[in-house]
């Protein structure tokens, strides 16, 4: 029977245009605009730990993309780097341990808070009850964990 095999390829076909054209528009700008800044961070004046953990970004991240686009991104509060972290860790052949992941979860949180403190200030304003405290709370722990200031 014909039919079947020429169906199922084409279904197939299909599924794997939309997959392909999963993102949106507003994604797509977002993710350019971010490609193209900086792409890298004056880590100089991070405590030791941070300065490790930003070697492993460093190497982590820029396997299917620039370091731009995270080091760009309007990602800051540690919630948004959490979620993001796992999401890139679940792309195929991420090869991005869970220690690893970790690490690089703190790296850019504690990053944030030194390099996007205006951004988290607006997010945070928006935020209100157990979103804002734990939000709060997170950022509070990676500050005296790291000692950032402010
Ligand atoms: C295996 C390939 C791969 C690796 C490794 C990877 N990324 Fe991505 N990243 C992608 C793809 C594909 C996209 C396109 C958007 C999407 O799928 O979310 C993306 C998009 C992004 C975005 C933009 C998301 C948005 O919607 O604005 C950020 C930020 C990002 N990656 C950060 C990271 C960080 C941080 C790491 C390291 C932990 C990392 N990526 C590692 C493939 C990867």
């Known amino acids: 029977m014909a039919i079947?095999?020429?169906v199922l390829p084409a279904v197939l076909v299909l599924a794997l245009a939309q997959s392909a054209a999963a993102l949106?528009?507003?994604t797509e700008a977002r993710i350019q605009a971010a490609d193209q800044g900086a792409s890298s961070i004056?880590?100089?004046a991070y405590p030791p730990a941070?300065?490790?953990a930003y070697e492993l970004f460093s190497s982590?991240?820029?396997q299917c993309h620039t370091l731009s686009r995270p080091i760009n991104s309007q990602y800051a509060l540690p919630g948004e780097w959490s979620r993001y972290v796992k999401r890139m860790m679940r792309k195929p052949d991420s090869g991005i341990s869970s220690s690893e992941g970790k690490a690089i979860y703190?790296?850019?949180s504690y990053d944030s808070i030194v390099r996007?403190?205006?951004l988290i200030d607006a997010k945070l304003?928006?935020?209100e009850g157990k979103d804002k405290s734990e939000a709060l709370e997170a950022i509070e722990k990676l500050r005296s964990e790291y000692n950032a200031s402010k």
């Open 116 to 118: 996007k403190q205006e």
């Open 24 to 26: 949106d528009a507003e």
């Open 125 to 127: 304003s928006t935020l």
């Open 50 to 52: 941070m300065q490790e």
């Open 42 to 44: 004056d880590v100089s």
């Open 60 to 62: 982590k991240c820029s």
């Open 106 to 108: 703190k790296f850019l």
């Open 4 to 6: 079947p095999q020429i």
